[in-house]
Every structure is written in structure tokens, then in C-alpha cells.
């Protein structure tokens, strides 16, 4: 059986300025810096977590 990786793109849509020191450091994790930053990355439980974090910040689709 082939399981296909689901795969999603994460965009830094608002400003990490002012935001605690967790959510800025989660962000940098996932190679978010700048508005308009993205990465498509493999979905994992840990993704998922990391996203919770910081979900206000984000915009998450899937990825083709």
C-alpha cells in the first residue's frame, strides 16, 4: 500500500512583533521570519502542535 504525504502550506500572514517569546520561536522553527514568509511542509502530529501555537499568525492550507 502507497500512502501519499500530506503535505500543507504554512504563510506568516500578521506581524511577530510584540508576540511572546513562544510564539516567535515557534515561528522561526518552522522558517517563518517576515510576512508573506511560507513553507510547505510534511503534516505530523508535531506540525500540528507547532500550528496551534502560533494559529492567530498563520494561514495553513493543503499543498498540492
Given at each position: 500500500?502507497?500512502?501519499?504525504?500530506?503535505?500543507?502550506?504554512?504563510?506568516?500572514?500578521?506581524?511577530?512583533?510584540g508576540?511572546?517569546?513562544?510564539?516567535?520561536?515557534?515561528?522561526?522553527?518552522?522558517?517563518?521570519?517576515?510576512?508573506?514568509?511560507?513553507?510547505?511542509?510534511?503534516d505530523?502530529?508535531?506540525?500540528?502542535?507547532?500550528?496551534?501555537?502560533?494559529?492567530?499568525?498563520?494561514?495553513?492550507?493543503?499543498?498540492?
Amino acid at each position: 500500500e502507497i500512502r501519499r504525504k500530506i503535505m500543507v502550506k504554512i504563510t506568516l500572514v500578521k506581524s511577530l512583533i510584540g508576540r511572546l517569546d513562544k510564539q516567535v520561536k515557534t515561528a522561526g522553527s518552522l522558517g517563518l521570519k517576515k510576512i508573506g514568509d511560507f513553507k510547505v511542509l510534511e503534516d505530523s502530529p508535531a506540525l500540528q502542535g507547532k500550528i496551534f501555537v502560533i494559529k492567530h499568525l498563520v494561514k495553513v492550507e493543503q499543498a498540492d
